[in-house]
């Protein structure tokens, strides 16, 4: 079957998931994390795309992106490319890294938008990888705290920061408070779920051999 055009955000904005193919793990150390930042802080400065959040896990990304010049699915494209090469390259291997196709829904409402990139904040403590969303270094949530994070220029904060408040620290206490609220919020990411990615693996195993020393 022919598949379906994306409907277009008015507000030009996206919540968008990159996911394994067949769930595979993308990223299996720091440099790949890196790598990956740096390659969407690339064509950012190419694109004109926004950058409002992310967060890296093991077997897929969250993004909410802004479009830029072009059309948000060309800047998908070139991403996903120049990593797919990167990861081909440093791990000899071929053929397809990602799901065909990504993940999006159109973020049209602010308060839509704060629900969003809290809820790509909570991602590595609702699985079980973090105690806390400021442990996880590869997500935005540094940035919006008002720490430093790689790469340097890539977050754009301003718009969600100054929706709370035009004073900085102001808005930055008051994104703390909402960001760590509990929540039921549902996205990308609430489909059901064939398999774990070793991080989530290892955290549910130590979680239910509590006592035993398991190695």
Same mark, same amino acid.
């Given at each position: 079957?022919? =598949?379906?055009?994306?409907?277009?955000?008015?507000?030009?904005?996206?919540?968008?998931?990159? =996911?394994?193919? #067949?769930?595979?793990?993308?990223? /299996?150390?720091?440099?790949?994390?890196?790598?990956?930042?740096?390659?969407?802080?690339?064509?950012?400065?190419?694109?004109?795309?926004?950058?409002?959040?992310?967060?890296?896990?093991?077997? /897929?990304? /969250?993004?909410?992106?802004?479009?830029?010049?072009?059309?948000?699915?060309?800047?998908?494209?070139?991403?996903?490319?120049?990593?797919?090469?990167?990861?081909?390259?440093?791990?000899?291997?071929?053929?397809?890294?990602?799901?065909?196709?990504?993940?999006?829904?159109?973020?049209?409402?602010?308060?839509?938008?704060?629900?969003?990139?809290?809820?790509? /904040?909570?991602?590595?403590?609702?699985?079980?990888?973090?105690?806390?969303?400021?442990?996880?270094?590869?997500?935005?949530?540094?940035?919006?705290?008002?720490?430093?994070?790689?790469?340097?220029?890539?977050?754009?904060?301003?718009?969600?920061?100054?929706?709370?408040?035009?004073?900085?620290?102001?808005?930055?206490?008051?994104?703390?408070?909402?960001?760590?609220?509990? #929540?039921?919020?549902?996205?990308?990411? @609430?489909?059901?779920?064939?398999?774990?990615? @070793?991080?989530?693996?290892?955290?549910?195993?130590?979680?239910?051999?509590?006592?035993?020393?398991?190695?």
């Amino acid at each position: 079957m022919p =598949r379906t055009a994306r409907q277009k955000s008015e507000s030009g904005i996206y919540h968008i998931m990159l =996911r394994g193919a #067949n769930r595979q793990e993308i990223f /299996h150390d720091d440099e790949d994390c890196r790598r990956f930042l740096e390659t969407l802080d690339r064509y950012k400065k190419k694109s004109g795309v926004k950058v409002y959040g992310w967060c890296l896990m093991g077997n /897929h990304v /969250h993004l909410l992106l802004g479009e830029g010049k072009e059309d948000i699915s060309i800047t998908m494209k070139r991403i996903g490319v120049s990593y797919v090469w990167f990861y081909n390259w440093k791990y000899k291997t071929i053929g397809h890294l990602f799901q065909d196709r990504y993940k999006s829904e159109n973020i049209e409402k602010d308060e839509y938008l704060m629900a969003a990139v809290r809820y790509i /904040h909570q991602n590595p403590v609702k699985a079980g990888i973090a105690a806390r969303m400021d442990e996880w270094k590869w997500s935005s949530i540094q940035g919006y705290y008002g720490k430093p994070s790689y790469p340097a220029m890539l977050l754009d904060s301003g718009l969600i920061l100054g929706m709370l408040s035009e004073n900085k620290k102001t808005a930055i206490k008051r994104f703390k408070e909402y960001n760590e609220v509990g #929540n039921e919020d549902k996205f990308l990411e @609430d489909t059901p779920r064939i398999r774990l990615t @070793d991080d989530e693996a290892r955290a549910e195993i130590i979680k239910l051999s509590s006592g035993y020393g398991i190695a």
